[in-house]
């Protein structure tokens, strides 16, 4: 499989490049030459493998230059053995809403069934074998603890993470900073999720910066992790045979629902994809008005999806604009000298073919978990909620399945605001509740950040 960038088809690249690099050396965002598209009877084929089989098989399409698929099953296996159900993700019934908990791993949000799975490719891959890699992350509060998760205590490699100080649950920073790993580093930035994830995307774009720390990246933008996060639409698709199925997703940098629309291209035949936001709603926006103008962040309920810049957008924006990477450059630019760039009508309406966007703020976002504790005894938490408030934008009698992205447990203050049921601790974090956290606090500042690791690695 060939990669090439968003911004530039005539540069190839393999996956292990891109596994390694996560971002172009252009500003873009990789993607593969050629999707594999599966016909009738190939899905037919795949509807009846297990979790672990099915994920070999659509991975595999992405990465068989590097892999074999018995080691790519291996790897699979090793990378879910921690999860506390059978087959990765669970699938529950409510009434007419159908939800897809993705929280089972070991940091409690869906993040892990794509970080488990990287983080034994870095071994597998032989990456860091001669050259100690420094690993970069911004989160918004879940990519962080996955990354550690999966790359807690391994060999010559270091993690970087800058969340936004203040800005994320108790039990998220909880979950981050009391590793204690010497390969650990927590570094809380005092600004937004946008400020970390432009840092991050300067550092990885300044060569200099990082050819000397061999940097490498596991957010969102890297396009091993929506391979992984392909599967899980395919298997759940597939408990619910022969109907118009949709999905609604909580979104903030478009990697899950990205994934999504990647099984649709796949030949998944998905009805459509409900991008669910917070008041954080440029997605909305871009979708009803063609305008893609990020503003400032808003901090919501819903942290880890309080995003204005987000950045998979730009793959679908390659998509839409008919693969035209002199295309995607010209609005890219726009959005860097202009603030923005805007969508004519054709292409909206070329969005709306597979996507429609609701925007469900907080007092919405608490009335949905108030309620669908009282009718169903079971407890949302504020990302999976925006997704059941703004499923109802599906009027007829398809059905949708709810993409439940982490465990109500992460985020108790807001269950608290919400109903007075309690919330069991999961047996996966119980033991880090009364370890010492450890991390550092580091002004709005690139060149702080870069001094900062410069000073941890030599
Ligand atoms: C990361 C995250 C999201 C948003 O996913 P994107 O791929 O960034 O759109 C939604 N909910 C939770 C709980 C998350 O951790």
Same mark, same amino acid.
């Given at each position: 499989?060939?990669?090439?960038?968003?911004?530039?088809?005539?540069?190839?690249?393999?996956?292990?490049?891109?596994?390694?690099?996560?971002? /172009?050396?252009?500003?873009?965002?990789?993607?593969?030459?050629?999707?594999?598209?599966?016909?009738?009877?190939?899905?037919?084929?795949?509807?009846?493998?297990?979790?672990?089989? $099915?994920?070999?098989?659509?991975?595999?399409?992405?990465?068989?230059?590097?892999?074999?698929?018995?080691?790519?099953?291996?790897?699979?296996?090793?990378?879910?053995?921690?999860?506390?159900?059978?087959?990765?993700?669970?699938?529950?019934?409510?009434?007419?809403?159908?939800?897809?908990?993705?929280?089972?791993?070991?940091?409690?949000?869906?993040?892990?069934? /794509?970080?488990?799975? $990287?983080?034994?490719?870095?071994?597998?891959?032989?990456?860091?074998?001669?050259?100690?890699?420094?690993?970069?992350?911004?989160?918004?509060?879940?990519?962080?603890?996955?990354?550690?998760?999966?790359?807690?205590?391994?060999?010559?490699?270091?993690?970087?993470?800058?969340?936004?100080?203040?800005?994320?649950?108790?039990?998220?920073?909880?979950?981050?900073?009391?590793?204690?790993?010497?390969?650990?580093?927590?570094?809380?930035?005092?600004?937004?999720?946008?400020?970390?994830?432009?840092?991050?995307?300067?550092?990885?774009?300044?060569?200099?910066?990082?050819?000397?720390?061999?940097?490498?990246?596991?957010?969102?933008?890297?396009?091993?992790?929506?391979?992984?996060?392909?599967?899980?639409?395919?298997?759940?698709?597939?408990?619910?045979?022969?109907?118009?199925?949709?999905? /609604?997703?909580?979104?903030?940098?478009?990697?899950?629902?990205?994934?999504?629309?990647?099984?649709?291209?796949?030949?998944?035949?998905?009805?459509?994809?409900?991008? /669910?936001?917070?008041?954080?709603?440029?997605?909305?926006?871009?979708?009803?008005?063609?305008?893609?103008?990020?503003?400032?962040?808003?901090?919501?309920?819903?942290?880890?999806?309080?995003?204005?810049?987000?950045?998979?957008?730009?793959?679908?924006?390659?998509?839409?604009?008919?693969?035209?990477?002199?295309?995607?450059?010209?609005?890219?630019?726009?959005?860097?000298?202009?603030?923005?760039?805007?969508?004519?009508?054709?292409?909206?309406?070329?969005?709306?073919?597979?996507?429609?966007?609701?925007?469900?703020?907080?007092?919405?976002?608490?009335?949905?978990?108030?309620?669908?504790?009282?009718?169903?005894?079971?407890?949302?938490?504020?990302?999976?909620?925006?997704?059941?408030?703004?499923?109802?934008?599906?009027?007829?009698?398809?059905?949708?399945?709810?993409?439940?992205?982490?465990?109500?447990?992460?985020?108790?203050?807001?269950?608290?605001?919400?109903?007075?049921?309690?919330?069991?601790?999961?047996?996966?974090?119980?033991?880090?509740?009364?370890?010492?956290?450890?991390?550092?606090?580091?002004?709005?500042?690139?060149?702080?950040?870069?001094?900062?690791?410069?000073?941890?690695?030599?």
């Amino acid at each position: 499989m060939e990669y090439i960038s968003t911004r530039n088809k005539t540069l190839k690249y393999n996956f292990k490049d891109i596994f390694l690099r996560g971002l /172009a050396p252009d500003g873009g965002l990789f993607i593969p030459r050629q999707i594999k598209k599966y016909n009738n009877s190939e899905i037919e084929k795949l509807s009846k493998l297990n979790y672990v089989d $099915l994920a070999t098989e659509i991975i595999l399409n992405f990465c068989s230059s590097d892999f074999e698929k018995n080691k790519l099953k291996k790897l699979l296996e090793m990378s879910y053995k921690n999860f506390t159900t059978q087959e990765v993700i669970n699938i529950k019934k409510f009434g007419d809403i159908n939800l897809i908990e993705l929280y089972h791993g070991p940091t409690l949000a869906f993040k892990d069934i /794509a970080m488990q799975v $990287l983080g034994n490719m870095y071994d597998e891959l032989n990456i860091s074998s001669n050259k100690t890699v420094n690993i970069v992350v911004a989160t918004s509060g879940d990519t962080g603890s996955a990354a550690i998760a999966a790359l807690n205590d391994r060999k010559n490699i270091n993690v970087f993470v800058l969340h936004p100080y203040n800005k994320i649950s108790n039990i998220q920073r909880k979950i981050m900073t009391t590793v204690g790993s010497n390969n650990i580093y927590n570094i809380a930035i005092r600004g937004t999720f946008d400020d970390c994830q432009k840092h991050v995307k300067e550092m990885f774009s300044e060569n200099k910066f990082r050819e000397k720390i061999n940097m490498s990246g596991v957010n969102s933008i890297n396009w091993a992790r929506i391979v992984c996060q392909i599967v899980y639409y395919f298997y759940s698709y597939f408990k619910f045979k022969n109907k118009k199925i949709n999905f /609604a997703v909580p979104t903030g940098n478009f990697g899950d629902v990205f994934a999504g629309y990647m099984a649709k291209k796949m030949g998944l035949p998905i009805e459509k994809l409900i991008i /669910a936001t917070n008041e954080n709603d440029i997605l909305e926006r871009v979708i009803n008005t063609g305008e893609y103008k990020p503003s400032k962040v808003k901090p919501s309920l819903s942290p880890s999806m309080d995003v204005q810049i987000s950045s998979n957008f730009e793959r679908l924006l390659f998509y839409i604009l008919d693969e035209d990477d002199k295309k995607v450059s010209v609005f890219m630019n726009d959005l860097k000298l202009k603030g923005s760039f805007l969508l004519n009508k054709e292409q909206i309406a070329i969005i709306k073919k597979d996507f429609s966007a609701k925007k469900i703020n907080d007092k919405e976002t608490i009335e949905i978990i108030k309620n669908f504790s009282k009718n169903h005894d079971f407890i949302l938490d504020p990302h999976t909620a925006t997704a059941v408030g703004a499923s109802k934008i599906i009027k007829d009698n398809s059905v949708i399945l709810i993409l439940g992205t982490a465990h109500p447990y992460k985020f108790l203050e807001t269950i608290k605001m919400a109903t007075s049921k309690e919330v069991a601790m999961p047996k996966q974090i119980a033991h880090l509740m009364d370890k010492k956290e450890k991390y550092d606090v580091l002004e709005n500042k690139i060149t702080d950040i870069k001094e900062y690791i410069l000073g941890k690695i030599s």
